[in-house]
């Protein structure tokens, strides 16, 4: 067996799906203001913290959910849900990782994240976040000597209680949609950086979500600043254990650039995505915004989705600053049941912005993908421009794939141009690559590796080769 | 809203000499329309221009009752020169006259039938308010192997009589085995706000041919909605080719559904607007079987404060392989308060098939501008001559050399 059928035999299943045995302690079921005072009270947060979540709510309440998106699913019903869980060992905080619980430390190595720095060759450092809480995060000091602030929301909130309070729903406001609102309520945890003025941030910097008990949703929140001239590279992958049931996750991520800064964000998103049979899995709805608030700055983000049962998220661009710029990468692959509503939109506001939209999807089994994207021109942004493309494959004709983009151009200064085109992998590509001695996988493996290679390029090395051998995976068993 | 609806229905039925039957089948589209009313932003077709706010902005009294008993002079003016053809004539909204002196009368049927059903769904109370309100259902019935001599213009004209009036009205066609018809609408309204609703239906059997062109050219104050639903089977062509520059609002629909094998719709498209007027060209193209074609091309040029939308979506089925579709839409804003809005849609669930859209907006191209500038021509005639070379890519697709020429000259284009 060479090695890549060795990798495919050890991923075929979904190798995450283990559950980590451990004492939790949960918020009593159900969404309501005591639930939100718990929450608040558990992690000792201070008063405006408090008034932040409960205007959220009261907001929350007024708010239906939405469902233009073209994947329906059952309704959820949010009073069934935990709303916070941790471990019990979490309750203070280990000081060190070597107070941390061996069960935790046991889990991520098992998913491949070691915790301990000296594990680590490559400098990464990580944030991980175990249900609702960060358990721990590497690498501090070393980010402390150039002033970044890599830490857990909670411990933000306690430490440095000004930058959050500046920042924090400001490109999410409270009052944003019903799934942002929610988690504006109930957010538990996330990872918090701040980048000084001026500093390149020296190495990646990862966080990496895990959701192990079951009837819980996930709700983190992450806010990136990137002060003037600042630059950081920002991970960000997930799992969950293989469950019947649909467990929810609202994540809502900010991003802030202030003048010539650049923010990077990638996404690899694995989480567990339901059985052949379309049963269990999550339901991934997730509000990622980015602000390019100063002038020449940059905002990325790249994505790689593969699990999920339902992806349902928009990364955004806020284009506010002159001369900013705001890119979108994204691969979505669904299989077997999986469905997807992604895009992004790309909201030109300041003087000569520019964004660049790159989308693939990619659909096999009984699967559903929908690209939905916004671009908007507004009438003061002069001169700018947008490309976007975005292409589908199709495997099979029991999949669906889908184009919906919503172009507003109110300015006669800018361009605007769209590309769209859906195909299935061409015979003579196929017939090549058998005569060349692949086999059928292998042939669709190396042409939708290549069709995806434009994003691929864009991630951070270690990524890109964990991305690669994913597409792979994702599409094992759709072809023939 | 909905008392004078109901009153301005009761006025209808009261000139009219409808059969129990039609009043109570217009009665359910009425209770539909005041139930839903004006379709309005909220819904998804109607994002980009909310009609019920236009309508609300433009025309503040609309009354929904028209006077069909009187009938109109027509004025010899408004009718084409240089072209012989059959002629329909709306004024404000009733036939005055039909024509089709030049076709073998044993080939053209015409039945009055009020009471129709409609025959597919639809979510759009617009239909249902013309449903309601029609005075005369039409269908005109091309027989077996009968392809007209002479295109057909369909002339709809308003004149001073009526203001602030809803007028609706319907035709259906039916195009038999290897028929062809060339239609030709032709809008030549007065100055007065009317909110004017045209719903058509066709139905085109095996290899049949309709070409059917709208020209909304001349600047009226009129507000617009056409709704053309066509159901095509094997090997029908389907062309429609729409100029969208008169009326203050015009939206027109498409649903074309190929329902036949190796069948094929085409339409064309162009926005012309100038101050304040607010067009859309919304289509949805059905592929429902294996082997079907469809070619969309929508190019737009927006004067001060105009506003176009496109809509476009392309339905593959899961039985519709070979499938080949294509969108494109491509606009020029000449001003800083023009805007241009564009959903181009692809919705599929075969593999083997072949679709793609494009769209592309932005200014006048500087370099082009300089470029006919050095070669002695000024300012105005460079724009004028690269704006009419790009539209003209959209008329050259009209397939009729004849029709193509008259439309040429309507547009003023060389």
Not at chain 2, 176 to 204: Q, R, V
Not at chain 2, 341 to 346: D, I, T
Request: net charge neutral.
């Amino acid at each position: 067996m060479d090695k890549r059928e060795k990798d495919i035999e050890n991923l075929k299943d979904y190798k995450y799906g283990f559950t980590t045995d451990i004492e939790n302690i949960k918020a009593p079921k159900g969404l309501n203001e005591d639930v939100i005072k718990f929450i608040s009270k558990i992690k000792k947060e201070p008063k405006w913290m408090l008034d932040f979540r409960l205007k959220a709510f009261e907001r929350f309440k007024q708010l239906k959910e939405p469902n233009w998106q073209k994947p329906k699913y059952p309704k959820i019903d949010y009073q069934d849900l935990y709303y916070y869980s941790a471990p019990k060992s979490m309750k203070d905080k280990p000081k060190s990782l070597d107070e941390l619980d061996p069960k935790l430390l046991e889990t991520y190595k098992k998913l491949g994240i070691p915790l301990q720095e000296q594990a680590r060759l490559n400098g990464i450092a990580v944030d991980a976040v175990f249900d609702s809480v960060s358990v721990a995060t590497t690498f501090k000091e070393e980010l402390t000597k150039q002033g970044i602030i890599f830490c857990s929301m909670s411990e933000a909130i306690q430490k440095h209680p000004d930058l959050v309070k500046k920042y924090l729903g400001t490109v999410i406001p409270v009052t944003d949609h019903f799934f942002a609102t929610l988690n504006s309520a109930v957010f538990t945890d996330g990872s918090f950086v701040y980048i000084p003025e001026g500093v390149r941030c020296p190495m990646e910097l990862s966080t990496y979500f895990r959701i192990n008990a079951s009837e819980t949703g996930q709700f983190e929140r992450t806010l990136i600043i990137a002060d003037k001239g600042s630059y950081v590279s920002y991970l960000e992958g997930c799992t969950a254990p293989m469950r019947d049931e649909n467990q929810l996750h609202a994540a809502n991520v900010e991003l802030i650039a202030l003048d010539d800064a650049e923010i990077k964000y990638s996404t690899v998103q694995n989480w567990y995505p339901g059985d052949e049979n379309g049963k269990g899995g999550i339901y991934n709805f997730v509000t990622k915004r980015g602000l390019c608030k100063g002038k020449n700055s940059k905002i990325s983000w790249t994505q790689v989705e593969t699990g999920s049962a339902i992806t349902w998220k928009y990364p955004s661009c806020v284009l506010k600053g002159d001369n900013s710029i705001g890119e979108f990468y994204s691969i979505a692959i669904t299989n077997n049941h999986q469905k997807a509503d992604t895009g992004t939109k790309m909201i030109h506001l300041g003087k000569n912005t520019k964004s660049k939209i790159i989308s693939k999807g990619i659909s096999a089994g009984f699967s559903d993908m929908t690209y939905r994207g916004l671009v908007d021109i507004n009438s003061k942004a002069k001169n700018s421009s947008n490309y976007t493309q975005c292409d589908s494959l199709l495997m099979g004709n029991k999949c669906g794939a889908h184009t919906v983009p919503y172009i507003k151009n109110k300015n006669f200064d800018s361009n605007i141009a769209h590309e769209a085109t859906t195909s299935k992998i061409s015979e003579e590509q196929l017939h090549y690559c058998q005569q060349r001695g692949l086999n059928p996988e292998e042939a669709v493996g190396l042409i939708v590796n290549g069709f995806c290679k434009e994003v691929l390029q864009q991630l951070p090395m270690e990524f890109a080769v964990e991305a690669q051998k994913l597409v792979g995976i994702s599409l094992e068993g759709s072809v023939g | 809203m909905s008392e004078q609806l109901q009153s301005d229905f009761d006025k209808l039925v009261k000139t009219s000499k409808f059969s129990h039957e039609e009043i109570k089948f217009k009665k359910n589209f009425l209770n539909n329309f005041i139930k839903n009313g004006f379709p309005n932003r909220k819904q998804e077709d109607w994002k980009f221009l909310d009609i019920s706010q236009i309508i609300k902005k433009n025309i503040s009294d609309l009354s929904f009752f028209n006077d069909y008993s009187q009938s109109n002079k027509i004025d010899p003016s408004i009718l084409v020169d240089g072209l012989e053809h059959n002629k329909i004539i709306f004024i404000n909204g009733k036939i005055e006259k039909i024509d089709f002196n030049v076709e073998d009368q044993n080939k053209i049927e015409i039945i009055d039938e009020t009471k129709k059903d409609i025959s597919f769904d639809y979510e759009n109370s617009l239909i249902d308010l013309n449903s309601a309100f029609t005075y005369k259902v039409f269908k005109i019935i091309i027989k077996k192997d009968y392809s007209l001599k002479k295109p057909l213009i369909i002339y709809h004209s308003t004149n001073d009589k009526i203001k602030s009036t809803n007028i609706n009205l319907r035709l259906d066609f039916e195009l038999g085995e290897n028929s062809c018809l060339k239609l030709i609408d032709y809008f030549a309204n007065t100055k007065t706000k009317n909110f004017i609703n045209i719903f058509y239906n066709f139905n085109l059997e095996k290899d049949s041919i309709l070409k059917n062109y709208k020209i909304d050219k001349f600047i009226n104050n009129n507000l617009k909605y056409s709704f053309n639903n066509i159901e095509q089977g094997n090997n029908s062509i389907s062309e429609t080719f729409i100029l969208s520059a008169g009326s203050d609002y015009f939206k027109n629909e498409i649903n074309c559904n190929l329902n036949g094998e190796y069948s094929s719709a085409f339409i064309n498209g162009i926005f012309s607007l100038k101050e304040n007027q607010q067009h859309e060209i919304r289509t949805s193209i059905n592929h429902l079987v294996e082997n079907t074609k469809s070619y969309q091309l929508i190019k737009s040029v927006l004067g001060k404060n105009s506003k176009s939308a496109y809509q476009g979506r392309i339905f593959v089925n899961s039985k519709a392989q070979k499938t080949d579709g294509y969108q494109l839409s491509k606009a020029i804003l000449l001003d800083e308060t023009s805007e241009f809005n564009a959903k181009p849609e692809l919705e599929i669930y075969a593999d083997d098939v072949k679709c793609s859209h494009g769209s592309a907006s932005g200014s006048l191209d500087e370099n082009s501008i300089f470029y006919l500038m050095s070669r002695g021509l000024n300012y105005q005639q460079s724009k004028e001559l690269l704006i009419n070379g790009f539209l003209m890519d959209v008329v050259e697709k009209i397939t009729d050399v004849e029709i193509k020429n008259l439309i040429t000259n309507i547009i003023g284009l060389k």
